[in-house]
């Protein structure tokens, strides 16, 4: 069984910055995909960014610029700095990977709150 653990969430000031980190454990063969997502209290999940194994990434708008993905594949962990913080990106923010084990896998993390905040 995978599993995801989310952590760096908190409560910053805006135009502050906060590093997450996501840390898979199993027994993992590999992760192709892993991506960060959020959900701000009454909308739906959406997607911030998302880093494949080569390390190719791709970036929501709302994150262009501002935030930056990356991973360690040796220790199956992904991050996400997030600098020039807003209060619209409040949210809970999940991370997600793909790979496979004795099958294949599609896990979610259980989340970690991020509040932007004076």
């Known amino acids: 069984q995978v599993q995801l653990v989310e952590s760096g969430g908190g409560l910053v000031q805006p135009g502050g910055s906060l590093r997450l980190s996501c840390v898979a454990s199993?027994?993992?063969?590999?992760?192709?995909?892993m991506g960060w997502y959020r959900q701000a209290p009454g909308k739906e999940r959406e997607l911030v960014a998302h880093?494949?194994?080569?390390?190719?990434?791709n970036y929501a708008d709302l994150a262009k610029g501002r935030f930056t993905i990356s991973r360690d594949n040796a220790k199956n962990t992904v991050y996400l700095q997030m600098n020039s913080l807003k209060p619209e990106d409040t949210a809970v923010y999940y991370c997600?990977?793909?790979?496979?084990?004795?099958?294949?896998?599609?896990?979610w993390g259980q989340g970690t709150l991020v509040t932007i905040s004076t």
């Open positions: 997600k990977a793909v790979g496979r084990t004795y099958g294949n896998f599609e896990v």
């Open positions: 199993g027994s993992i063969f590999s992760i192709s995909f």
């Open positions: 880093i494949t194994s080569g390390g190719s990434t």
